[in-house]
């Protein structure tokens, strides 16, 4: 018999992305409305362990839709994936009264839920919030919109400089598993190169090319390259491209976490706002172990486990060729 559903918890799991704030808001407002308590868990799983719970109204979510971060805070925890872990989380949640939950984050948050909810059959809703726009389900993730406009802001600046002292930059952006940003952010700030993940680039035809270049009297070029990238980062690239290839003053520019930071875009703060609503929605119909998302312009769900496990790459066939053109 499925139980009533009277009261939620709400949190924010792995890396932070601008719109989790504007997610929580949604998810707390549109609980209450319907006439559900909401409980906050602070530290993500890690608040669920440790009882870190804090009840919510409509005020604790008051000015926060334009903040990045999240007011939940987030953690990365070990513990949770160990069934110790999970037994203690499941106590905590009994004792508090929490009927079911809705966790925000990427696959390391979905992939935990998924574990938790079969185990102790507490329906578990997801919604993708991370700036890698990597999960299978949503056409976007909620943080990602911000991080790519981020990232070309930087770009941008940097290609003032470049351009003034007429040198190579190679320009380092987020995305351990995930090319999204890179692909994105060099069509977008009009790089010369892009290194991905998801793709090998032989270091002598990122030469090649860049000599093409060169011969074409161009003065300065931005190459970007994804975190994961299988050469092994900007600085190795930077390195490996020097020893052949000397005609420019190299620089590298790593831009780390201040992508993941910033006042969320309106684009992200409404999929956030979205997402949270239709997270609570689902609960309130049943639902369990599915994931929210954005596909065309329609809310749609997806079970967990295939948002976890279909690894569809996310790289349009279109942007990658044109990458190599433009
Ligand atoms: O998952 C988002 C992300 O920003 C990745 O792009 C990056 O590889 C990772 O998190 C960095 O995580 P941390 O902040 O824990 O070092």
Redesign the pocket.
């Known amino acids: 018999m499925i139980k009533e559903i009277k009261k939620i918890g709400v949190l924010t799991s792995?890396?932070d992305a601008p719109g989790m704030n504007a997610c929580i808001r949604a998810v707390v407002r549109t609980a209450l409305h319907k006439g559900l308590q909401v409980t906050g868990i602070y530290h993500g799983y890690q608040g669920l362990i440790d009882a870190n719970f804090k009840e919510m109204d409509t005020r604790s979510v008051s000015n926060i839709i334009q903040r990045g971060g999240t007011i939940l805070k987030t953690a990365?925890c070990l513990e949770f994936k160990t069934v110790e872990g999970r037994k203690q989380a499941y106590d905590n949640l009994k004792t508090a009264g929490i009927d079911a939950l809705i966790v925000i984050g990427?696959d390391g948050t979905f992939t935990g839920a998924n574990f938790f909810s079969k185990e102790f059959e507490v329906p578990i809703v997801g919604i993708p919030g991370?700036?890698?726009n990597d999960l299978y389900g949503s056409d976007y993730t909620i943080g990602y919109d911000t991080a790519n406009n981020t990232v070309i802001e930087a770009i941008d600046k940097i290609r003032d400089t470049a351009a003034s002292h007429e040198r190579l930059f190679f320009v380092e952006v987020?995305?351990?598993d995930s090319g999204c940003i890179a692909l994105n952010a060099g069509i977008a700030g009009g790089a010369e190169a892009i290194l991905l993940p998801e793709k090998e680039t032989a270091i002598d035809d990122l030469i090649h090319h860049l000599e093409d270049g060169a011969i074409k009297k161009k003065s300065s070029s931005i190459v970007i390259v994804a975190?994961g990238d299988q050469n092994g980062g900007a600085y190795y690239v930077a390195k490996k491209v020097k020893e052949k290839f000397n005609h420019y003053d190299t620089k590298v520019s790593i831009l780390g976490?201040l992508q993941?930071g910033g006042a969320p875009t309106s684009f992200d703060r409404v999929l956030a706002s979205r997402l949270g609503f239709a997270a609570v929605n689902e609960i309130l119909a049943g639902n369990t172990r599915v994931t929210v998302g954005l596909r065309g312009n329609e809310i749609k769900t997806t079970p967990i486990e295939e948002a976890i496990s279909n690894k569809e790459i996310k790289l349009s066939p279109d942007l990658l060729e044109m990458a190599e053109i433009l």
């Open positions: 792995g890396g990365r990427g991370t700036i890698d987020m995305g351990r975190e976490h993941r």
